[in-house]
């Protein structure tokens, strides 16, 4: 199974509260087969824990340690937020405008996470992520992911 298709990615969102964009990028993760629902809170549960914002408009909401059992297969999720959505604390402004959603089966979490950041630390790459007017342009500027 490829780990982000089309089917994966969602464009133009707009999200009143970060764990609105969680919720969203968790259950496309869900609609493509790789997690089972209850992963989903377990994302919710790691940003209250550890901030999931990674800097350059970008979050990567993923699940706790103790949620791989609720992982089947290796994916990404990409949701699309131009207005941006804050990650931050209450008075922190931490807008992300892609959130990209990770589930890592056995040891792929650390090297999809790694592969994400680096290409992500580019603002560039940020902002043709963000002004990506199709699934496929996404898909194809994300390609060298891989598990």
Do not use: W
Request: with cysteine; charged share 25%; net charge negative.
């Amino acid at each position: 199974m490829e780990i982000l298709r089309k089917e994966n990615v969602v464009l133009n969102q707009t999200f009143s509260h970060k764990e609105e964009a969680i919720r969203k990028a968790g259950q496309l993760l869900v609609d493509g087969g790789y997690v089972k629902p209850d992963y989903i809170e377990s994302m919710i549960e790691r940003d209250q824990t550890v901030s999931t914002f990674m800097g350059n408009f970008i979050a990567i909401p993923h699940g706790r340690e103790e949620a791989k059992d609720l992982i089947d297969a290796t994916g990404i999720s990409v949701v699309q937020v131009p207005n941006g959505v804050n990650f931050g604390e209450e008075g922190e402004d931490k807008l992300a405008m892609i959130v990209i959603g990770i589930a890592g089966a056995g040891d792929d979490h650390l090297e999809v996470l790694s592969q994400i950041a680096i290409y992500c630390s580019e603002i560039e790459n940020v902002t043709k992520l963000a002004d990506a007017k199709s699934k496929e342009e996404i898909v194809q500027l994300l390609g060298g992911i891989e598990a």
